[in-house]
């Protein structure tokens, strides 16, 4: 649940950004490069995947939604609003508006190599490790966090 909520945080906050920055003139072509980066990237499937694997977590663990059968309005809704069909232009204008037309080139011949595609490939496992890692220092050094907040509370009660 709390991964879903991230990547939809994120994503509000960057569809929102695209309203706040300052209006450039962004050409048809600019644009085509910023579609064909996010093409060559596989935005599309990284999307699909996402949508999959947050319901799958949320299912796992809400078992509850699964019970009572919310998985298909879930997926339905998740489908509706985080699609590639619905964001590709929202997602292509923010791309257009960060990077110049060459960069965007640039960065898609890049993805069209041996090594653009293996790094696109190994980016969702380098995520998931780093995730783990960080996980992992946050557990061993959970204690402590919690004298530090002990302390504060502390600190804060001898004040009143």
Same mark, same amino acid.
């Given at each position: %649940?709390?991964?879903?909520?991230?990547?939809?945080?994120?994503?509000?906050?960057?569809?929102?950004?695209?309203?706040?920055?300052?209006?450039?003139?962004?050409?048809?072509?600019?644009?085509?490069?910023?579609?064909?980066?996010?093409?060559?990237?596989?935005?599309? /499937?990284?999307?699909?995947?996402?949508?999959?694997?947050?319901?799958?977590?949320?299912?796992?663990?809400?078992?509850?939604?699964?019970?009572? &059968?919310?998985?298909?309005?879930?997926?339905?809704?998740?489908?509706?609003?985080?699609?590639?069909?619905?964001?590709?232009?929202?997602?292509?204008?923010?791309?257009?508006?960060?990077?110049? &037309?060459?960069?965007?080139?640039?960065?898609?011949?890049?993805? /069209?190599? &041996?090594?653009?595609?293996?790094?696109?490939?190994?980016?969702?496992?380098?995520?998931?490790?780093? %995730?783990?890692?960080?996980?992992?220092?946050?557990?061993?050094?959970?204690?402590?966090?919690?004298?530090?907040?002990?302390?504060?509370?502390?600190?804060?009660?001898?004040?009143?």
């Amino acid at each position: %649940m709390k991964r879903l909520s991230v990547v939809l945080a994120v994503l509000v906050v960057l569809i929102a950004g695209i309203s706040c920055i300052a209006s450039q003139q962004i050409t048809d072509s600019h644009r085509q490069a910023a579609e064909e980066l996010l093409v060559a990237m596989g935005m599309e /499937r990284t999307l699909e995947e996402s949508i999959n694997s947050n319901l799958s977590m949320q299912l796992q663990q809400m078992p509850q939604l699964a019970q009572y &059968e919310y998985e298909d309005v879930m997926r339905a809704f998740l489908y509706k609003y985080m699609s590639w069909e619905y964001l590709k232009e929202h997602i292509v204008q923010l791309y257009a508006e960060e990077f110049t &037309e060459q960069e965007l080139r640039e960065i898609t011949a890049f993805y /069209r190599t &041996e090594t653009g595609k293996k790094f696109i490939e190994l980016t969702p496992v380098l995520m998931q490790k780093g %995730m783990a890692i960080g996980q992992k220092a946050v557990e061993e050094h959970l204690p402590e966090l919690q004298q530090m907040i002990l302390q504060k509370m502390q600190e804060a009660n001898s004040g009143q």
